[in-house]
Every structure is written in structure tokens, then in C-alpha cells.
């Protein structure tokens, strides 16, 4: 028997360069502005999630243990980029089940700390093994959409652009400052067709926020959204061929998302009746402004065509525009975007 879940709070520990501060007071940063803006005491909380890949052992006993949270079960989860992601779905996991009423996740990493250079990776992995490094992963990814799309470079350089722009008005973002197409164009290469400009950076930085029943939420003092789904899935082994333009593992954690049932609730009770209504529009692909829109995949053997791509944006549409209207201080300007990553998550007001 499955319940709402509520985010009732949410803080963040602005992304940058934080290189004398560890991974510990990072997280530790997030999770205080956390239960201090949403008027969390720490007996309240029953669980604890810490998503790192890079943070150390029981990263989330010693951060939430310095803000009180002890005794409670506690566990730090390491799930690649998917980490902090990962602490969210196993927050929501506790709390619809009712095992929990109310959990904390977070995520932290101090990625500053290695000084620079592509990150270091498992050898496990046989494409790592041979000489695999992400920066190259995605320029090949990159370059086979360009071919078969027919796009060129300058697309790319329009994303990096707009992702800049965006980032001036958020107090968040590491970068804060715009970029012309040829501060882009004219930044060092890094794997073709990808310059420096083009890139993400190394970014340190941790957020966190509180996940609850709603009977808990309504004890709260800040306002709250319902989650509506939470999902993770896990890439597919395959020595065969593989399609590097299609985020296949998104495709399904998104029609899963979608596909998630919902339990019943009588329409004249809940939050579901807060006047801040959602109003979600796929932004992108196809918006105009980051170049040729994604051309129709062709349908292989055993692919289902969920229209997983909008949905997915539409999923993040539906998360940034509820947290806004929550007041949790998302910036207006942040607009969804393309990702490989493996848990999807989406909120209604």
C-alpha cells in the first residue's frame, strides 16, 4: 500500500569552486539551511539518505549527525551521478511505504578536491579500462548526433550559450556570467567537437531536502508539494550496438514515471487544491532556441515510442514549476534539459 509523499522543504549550498571545504561541512551547510528554513527539529526526522561519489565512508552519519540527527537509521548511498538522486528515491521509497514519515535526503561532493583533470574512474569497466574518459564519451556521443541529424556545431554552442545566460540570474549556478557563441567557439578544444566552453565544469556544492506524509507536512510552517512519482533505473549491459543518441535508460525511467499509479485521494481534500496550479510545457527539444529540433528516432526491434524525450522534459517542467510556486527559491530562469542520468522524479502542486 503506496501513500502521497510531500516535499516540504528544500535548501541548497550554492555550486562552485569550494576547494578548501570538504565534502562533510558542504552537506552539512545544505542540511542545516534545510531544517532551519523548514522549521524541522531533528526528532522529527525518522531517516536519512546522503548521495557522494566522492565524499567517503558514512558521509551522511557525519553530516547529519552534527545537526542533531542520531540513533535514526542513517545511510550514505553511492549510485554514480545518480547519487543524490538515488537519496531522494529512497527518501520517497520509506515515506510511501510508510516505514518512514519523515526523511531527509541530500547530496554533496567537493569535486575541487582533485585538482583538475578529467575525474577518476573505476578500471573495472572494459571501455574505462582502455582508455574511456567522459569528456570522450560524450564528444562521440556529440559528433554521431551531428551526423545523423544534420545539426551543426554552432547547435551546440547555442546550448552553451543559453545555459550561461540563465546562469546570471541564478545565486546558485557556478557560473554566473554570459558568453558569446565566439567565447565558445574560440574556448581550447577538449575532444571534438567539444571546447572547454561546451563543458560542464567540476563543481562542488550540496543540496538537500525534506520528504514527509502528509500529516507531518501539514505540521510544517513552509509549504509543501506532493511527489508524484520517483523512479531509478539502472543502465543495460550490452556488447552489441548500442545507440549513442538515444538516452535509452531515460526513455524508461521516464515511461515508468509516467506509468506510476497514484493512490486515491477524494477530490475535495489535500494540497491538490492549492490555487497554485502546474501548467507544464516541454521546452525542449523543439523550442526554437537550441538549434534544429531532435529529429524522430526510427523505431528499433523491441522500443517502445513513449514520446520519453518530451515527457521527460515535461517531468522536470513539472518540478521546477512546482517548487517555484512553492516559494523553495528555484530559479525562475532554470529550464529542463537533455540527460543520461537514471532517476527521474516529478512534483505536482
Known amino acids: 500500500m503506496s501513500r502521497d509523499v510531500f516535499i516540504a522543504g528544500a535548501a541548497i549550498e550554492p555550486f562552485g569552486k569550494h576547494r578548501g571545504t570538504a565534502t562533510e561541512e558542504l552537506g552539512y551547510l545544505a542540511v542545516s539551511r534545510l531544517m532551519?528554513?523548514?522549521?524541522?527539529e531533528a526528532g522529527l526526522v525518522d531517516i536519512g539518505f546522503g548521495g557522494s561519489v566522492y565524499g567517503g565512508s558514512l558521509l551522511a552519519q557525519r553530516v547529519l549527525q552534527?545537526?542533531?540527527?542520531?540513533?535514526?537509521?542513517?545511510?550514505?548511498?553511492?549510485?554514480a551521478c545518480a547519487s543524490g538522486a538515488s537519496a531522494v528515491n529512497l527518501g520517497w521509497q520509506a515515506v510511501a511505504s510508510g516505514s518512514a514519515d519523515c526523511a531527509i535526503a541530500f547530496g554533496a561532493e567537493n569535486l575541487s578536491s582533485f585538482g583538475g583533470g578529467t575525474l577518476p574512474l573505476t578500471?573495472?569497466?572494459?571501455?574505462?579500462a582502455q582508455g574511456m574518459v567522459?569528456?570522450?564519451?560524450?564528444?562521440?556521443?556529440?559528433?554521431?548526433?551531428?551526423h545523423d541529424s544534420g545539426a551543426d556545431v554552432e547547435s551546440l554552442t547555442n546550448v552553451s550559450v543559453k545555459n550561461r545566460r540563465n546562469g546570471v540570474d541564478n545565486p546558485r549556478a557556478h557560473f554566473q556570467k554570459e558568453v558569446t557563441s565566439e567565447d565558445v567557439e574560440n574556448s581550447r578544444p577538449?575532444?571534438?567537437p567539444l571546447r572547454l566552453l561546451h563543458c560542464c565544469p567540476n563543481s562542488d556544492g550540496a543540496a538537500a531536502i525534506v520528504l514527509c506524509s502528509e500529516q507531518v507536512?501539514?505540521?510544517?510552517?513552509?509549504?509543501h508539494v506532493r511527489v508524484a512519482a520517483s523512479v531509478v533505473r539502472s543502465g543495460r549491459f550490452s556488447t552489441g550496438y548500442r545507440d549513442m543518441t538515444w538516452p535509452e535508460i531515460t526513455e524508461r525511467a521516464a515511461g515508468a514515471a509516467v506509468a506510476h499509479p497514484r493512490p486515491p485521494r477524494p477530490p475535495e481534500e489535500g494540497p491538490d487544491r492549492h490555487p497554485a496550479r502546474v501548467r507544464v510545457r516541454a521546452l525542449w527539444p523543439g523550442d526554437g532556441r537550441d538549434g534544429p529540433r531532435l529529429r524522430r528516432r526510427p523505431r528499433h526491434r523491441g522500443r517502445r515510442d513513449l514520446g520519453a524525450q518530451e515527457r521527460v522534459h515535461a517531468l522536470r517542467a513539472v518540478a521546477l514549476s512546482a517548487l517555484r510556486r512553492a516559494r523553495f527559491h528555484v530559479d525562475p530562469r532554470e529550464r529542463p534539459g537533455s540527460s543520461c542520468g537514471s532517476s527521474v522524479s516529478a512534483c505536482s502542486a
Do not use: C, H, K, W
Not at 123 to 128: L, Y
Not at 217 to 223: D, E, F, K, M, Q
Open 190 to 192: 577538449v575532444a571534438d
Open 217 to 223: 507536512a501539514a505540521r510544517l510552517p513552509g509549504p
Open 36 to 40: 532551519a528554513t523548514a522549521g524541522l
Open 134 to 146: 567522459m569528456p570522450a564519451a560524450y564528444a562521440m556521443r556529440a559528433q554521431r548526433y551531428l
Open 123 to 128: 578500471t573495472n569497466d572494459i571501455e574505462i
Open 66 to 79: 552534527r545537526v542533531g540527527i542520531s540513533g535514526q537509521p542513517v545511510f550514505t548511498v553511492e549510485n
